[in-house]
């Protein structure tokens, strides 16, 4: 118990120095925020999940002698969604096969880590207000000053009320969807070290096995059909919408993985997928949609079962 304790306070301080260096402006902190979540994966998947719980806490706690602000952005955006989807990942039930028990399926992991960060981003939008126009007004002032610093002039009153509209209307969903692939990568690279360190008690799953449950399209289809609602409402919704389309895609990726083995032609096939990803990324993002759209499919019509059964027919009895 003693070691635990001591691994999650090392973890924990560990997780909170990643996270404050965002403090210094640096335009490399923000990958080191980004990999915040990462030293309580690893001792949730390697130790425990009580050792992820303490180094939440302890991260929170490293983090309460700078402000509240920081210690809550850290609970709430680092701390409890790591150790919550670290316990996860290590939850599992007796099957009734011989073959061990019975773990969390990843693609449940994933709409997990799309609605909390949906959520996320939602409480955060709420707390500058109950309105758009609030929301509107508190950001101009945040973002006055930095936003003539971004461009290095000043910039036109009118103009700078446009740029702070159009952030309103999109980086909330960009945030997100963001949040919601670093976080699955971040997940992943914690079993990386941790199956290599021989800590790993489940077998790591491959992600191209990756199934979601058939009412991750309906939550998504909800979501979209919620965007449009007028005000702060729409706004808040459309994180949710873009977090569960980043989280389809996801699935859409291991789809075309998946049936694409075997084929000869497989390389230039996801070096075409991955290159029109990068290509083809302004105003839309649209081979990304075209991939969510994939992952709806197998969601909903299990499509890598019907390609499968395309693919070898069964052999008709002599």
């Given amino acids: 118990m003693m070691q635990i304790v001591l691994i999650g306070l090392g973890a924990g301080t560990a997780s909170a120095l ?84 019975e773990w969390y399926p990843i693609g449940r992991l994933v709409v997990w880590a799309a609605g909390i960060y949906a959520l996320m981003v939602g409480a955060l939008l709420l707390s500058f207000g109950t309105n758009l126009a609030s929301l509107q007004s508190a950001l101009h002032i945040v973002l006055d000053t930095r936003l003539d610093e971004v461009v290095g002039e000043q910039l036109d009153p009118d103009e700078a009320a446009r740029l702070v509209d159009m952030l309103v209307m999109f980086v909330p969903a960009a945030a997100a969807a963001s949040l919601t692939l670093c976080t699955v990568f971040d997940v992943w690279l914690a079993g990386r070290i941790v199956k290599i360190s021989g800590r790993l008690q489940r077998p790591w799953p491959r992600l191209s096995d990756m199934r979601f449950p058939s009412f991750a399209p309906a939550i998504l289809g909800a979501a979209v059909a919620g965007s449009f609602l007028p005000d702060l409402l729409g706004i808040a919704v459309s994180a949710l919408a873009a977090s569960m389309m980043m989280a389809h895609v996801l699935l859409g990726l291991a789809v075309i993985h998946a049936t694409t083995v075997g084929l000869s032609g497989r390389g230039f096939i996801l070096g075409s997928v991955y290159g029109a990803i990068v290509v083809f990324s302004w105003p839309i993002r649209w081979p990304l949609l075209l991939i969510a759209l994939i992952g709806v499919s197998d969601a909903l019509f299990d499509l890598r079962v019907h390609i499968a059964r395309r693919r070898n027919p069964p052999v008709a009895p002599t």
């Fill in 18 to 101: 990643l996270f404050a260096s965002v403090a210094s402006g640096a335009t490399a902190s923000m990958l080191l925020l980004l990999l915040a979540p990462l030293p309580i994966l690893i001792v949730a998947l390697g130790w425990s999940h009580w050792a992820g719980l303490i180094a939440a806490a302890a991260g929170a706690a490293c983090l309460a002698v700078v402000g509240v602000e920081f210690l809550a952005a850290f609970l709430f955006g680092v701390g409890f969604p790591a150790w919550w989807l670290g316990y996860l990942t290590m939850l599992s039930r007796p099957a009734p096969s011989p073959d061990g028990p």
